[in-house]
Each structure stands twice: as C-alpha cells, then as structure tokens.
C-alpha cells in the first residue's frame, strides 16, 4: 500500500535527493545527481521500485519525523510501550570532489530493541 506524501521527509546533498517515510524506509533516491536514474523507487511502483527500511520489530507503536533544527537532518522516532527507537538519516555536503553518500544511524533510546533491514 502506498505512503500518502505527508509520511515522508525529505533529505538531500545539493545534488540529489531521498525520501524517507515515517516507517523507517527510504522509497525514492536517485544517485548520484538529480537526473540520474533512481536506485530506489517504491514510491513509483511499490512492487518493481525497491526501497531500503530499519524498522523495530514491533507491532503497535506510533511514529514521529523531525528536522534538526536549521539542517537537512531528519530524525524518525519510534514510540512503543516496549521502548523508544530513533533512525537519523542526512546526506553530507563537503567540498567539490566530495564523495556522495547516505548516512542511516539507528539507535536505541530506551528499552531493548530488535531491528529489522531489508
């Protein structure tokens, strides 16, 4: 099932951008500039488009997606009775001749927390 565009954050580097939706997934990039083809797609075609999630192994929970405030940082939170989970994803930006990349750190705010990747 589709992610109405309100689910998702926005994150990017100067030259391309990633869509990270509230459950942990990045469903759109395209690497390594604007124009180039896309690597992950679902929000396009949720079958065919691939994606890249972190995600808790929990069933009830709420999520929340936040800024950094004045940066490109997006921070999704986790809330679950069982505890508290946080994934921050950002692309740096550097000097010309910088290396292109996607930065996902997960950590575990409270409780003990299994993670899945897929």
């Known amino acids: 099932m589709y992610k109405e565009i309100e689910a998702y954050g926005i994150i990017g580097d100067l030259h391309t951008v990633a869509l990270a ?26 079958k065919k488009g691939g994606y890249f999630k972190i995600c808790p192994l ?10 950094l405030p ?23 930006t550097g000097k010309p001749g910088f290396k292109h990349m996607l930065v996902r750190r997960v950590k575990t705010i ?9």
Request: hydrophobic share 40%; net charge negative; aromatic share 16%.
């Open 70 to 92: 004045d940066a490109n940082i997006l921070f999704t939170r986790f809330l679950s009775d069982d505890g508290v989970a946080e994934i921050c994803d950002y692309m740096p």
């Open 58 to 67: 929990w069933e009830q929970g709420i999520t929340k997606q936040i800024y």
């Open 21 to 46: 939706g509230n459950d942990g997934s990045i469903d759109f990039m395209c690497w390594t500039d604007f124009d180039s083809p896309t690597i992950f797609g679902a929000l396009l075609d949720e």
């Open 110 to 118: 409270r409780g003990e927390i299994k993670y899945r990747l897929f």
